[in-house]
């Protein structure tokens, strides 16, 4: 059975809004404003990750997102992403804009539910605030992996919204990326 783990760049009150700056929040450009130093650092924990996944799940603005920039960069992180096999939940997408790129247009928690059935190991998820949304409220997702940037940016969306209930978490790892960045890994907590 797959293991749906969500990765995200995040500030420290939970901001994951415009990280490159070019969505137009005015608080936007945080990625790279504050990476500092870590920038190697965060490539390595990146790549380490892309080599252990066996698919990436995102959604429709995530898929035109990564496919429109995918081509234009290089290395080894993006030349992994783009041999992965992606799961994009779209119920308006009918092609896919990334590399190896299939469309589960039906309902996303039955799509997700399949998929983790299909696909043995890790089944990535990067960006896509609505639907990590969706799969938390769902108990789908089985792991965090946060990226923490040393920002309080006081405003934008955060990654998590309201949810019906709790959702308990157990810290299972702790990194500090470089020499500005820490890495929290969190698994689904099944007993509270």
Avoid: C
């Avoid at 299939?102 to 990067?126: C, D, F, H, N, W």
């Avoid at 609505?130 to 040393?150: G, Y």
């Avoid at 934008?156 to 209930?165: A, I, W």
């Amino acid at each position: 059975m797959g293991k749906i783990v969500v990765s995200q760049n995040v500030t420290l009150d939970g901001v994951v809004e415009d990280p490159s700056g070019e969505g137009g929040f005015r608080h936007g450009g945080w990625f790279q404003q504050f990476m500092g130093q870590d920038w190697e650092a965060w490539e390595e924990l990146e790549l380490a990750e892309a080599e252990g996944a066996e698919a990436l799940l995102m959604g429709r603005r995530s898929d035109e997102y990564f496919g429109a920039r995918s081509p234009l960069m290089n290395g080894e992180w993006v030349d992994r992403l783009n041999r992965l096999p992606k799961y994009v939940v779209s119920a308006t997408l009918q092609e896919p804009k990334w590399t190896n790129a299939t469309v589960m247009s039906g309902e996303a928690v039955s799509e997700v539910s399949k998929l983790k059935r299909q696909i043995p190991g890790e089944i990535v998820v990067y960006a896509s605030r609505p639907l990590v949304r969706t799969l938390m409220e769902h108990d789908l997702v089985d792991e965090l992996r946060l990226t923490v940037f040393p920002v309080v940016l006081g405003a934008g969306e955060r990654l998590f919204g309201e949810t019906s209930d709790k959702r308990p978490l157990r810290l299972i790892r702790t990194k500090i990326v470089g020499n500005g960045l820490a890495h929290l890994t969190y698994e689904r907590a099944r007993e509270a």
